[in-house]
């Protein structure tokens, strides 16, 4: 079966990852930027990692041919102090021209805190300005809903963002009417502990249909699973979903959305 996995933080996984989501029939994975589990301690720190994101990390890839895509940004873990996050927001312009750059994230909120909301709209203002796609980091637990609220209305109320080139990440079963609504696209975390299982995706799925949906495994540093992706299709398969339906949720809908970027090309 052929996937794309369009949320993965390789830079955090060992090369038999590389090779287990290969060998499962991934076409591309893109990585968007990301918290290290540690606070950088200066934008040079940020530097180095879009330089690691844009340079090292498709080479790795490509060993296994496996194209790599990215997104830039610094995160919303990192945004409350809004000096530093200025400094490297000024850095990512002269990134956004890199053959596997796809735009901007995955920005958004972790505690809705009014610097989160101040870097926030810096990252779209540039995203805007330089005519980027947008990947959002939606809060956890009971921060979701009202940080989930705020974004969206924050790029609604922004006439320069088409939202049909917005993805609105980590939804759930609270959050998905709301993104897909806005018209907006709603992106599925399949974590092992938290966010969504496979089988909660499924039935959003059911209930909510399978336009403008993709799934993720957002395999990071944390308890993750870096082939979720090809398991829930697994699991589709024994609900009695269609090699079609499948297909459409793995494949063709991140196409779809990432193909906005005419740099994003499957292997
Ligand atoms: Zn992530």
Redesign the pocket.
């Known amino acids: 079966m052929k996937y794309i996995e369009p949320?993965a933080?390789m830079v955090s996984r060992i090369t038999d990852d590389y090779m287990k989501i290969t060998m499962a029939g991934c076409q591309a994975v893109c990585e968007?930027a990301?918290w290290a589990g540690f606070d950088r301690s200066s934008a040079q720190g940020f530097y180095d990692y879009f330089c690691q994101l844009t340079e090292h990390e498709p080479k790795r890839a490509g060993k296994f041919g496996l194209p790599h895509f990215c997104w830039l940004c610094i995160n919303p873990k990192e945004a409350e102090d809004v000096k530093l996050a200025e400094e490297v927001i000024a850095l990512i312009p002269r990134f956004l021209n890199g053959p596997n750059v796809l735009g901007i994230g995955?920005i958004g909120l972790n505690k809705n805190s009014r610097n989160e909301l101040k870097v926030l709209e810096l990252h779209v203002d540039v995203a805007a300005r330089h005519d980027q796609l947008i990947l959002v980091?939606t809060p956890h637990l009971e921060d979701k809903l009202k940080g989930t609220r705020l974004i969206v209305d924050m790029l609604k109320n922004d006439k320069r963002i088409r939202p049909e080139r917005v993805i609105i990440?980590h939804v759930e079963e609270h959050t998905i009417k709301l993104v897909l609504d806005s018209g907006m696209w709603a992106g599925m975390?399949l974590y092992p502990e938290s966010k969504c299982t496979p089988a909660r995706a499924i039935d959003m799925v059911e209930v909510y249909g399978n336009e403008r949906v993709w799934m993720n495994s957002?395999c990071?540093w944390g308890i993750s699973d870096p082939l979720a992706v090809p398991r829930t299709a697994l699991a589709m398969k024994k609900r009695g979903h269609t090699v079609e339906a499948i297909e459409k949720l793995v494949l063709q809908n991140p196409s779809t959305f990432l193909s906005q970027c005419p740099k994003f090309k499957l292997g």
């Open positions: 949320h933080h968007p990301f995955e980091h990440d975390t957002a990071d």
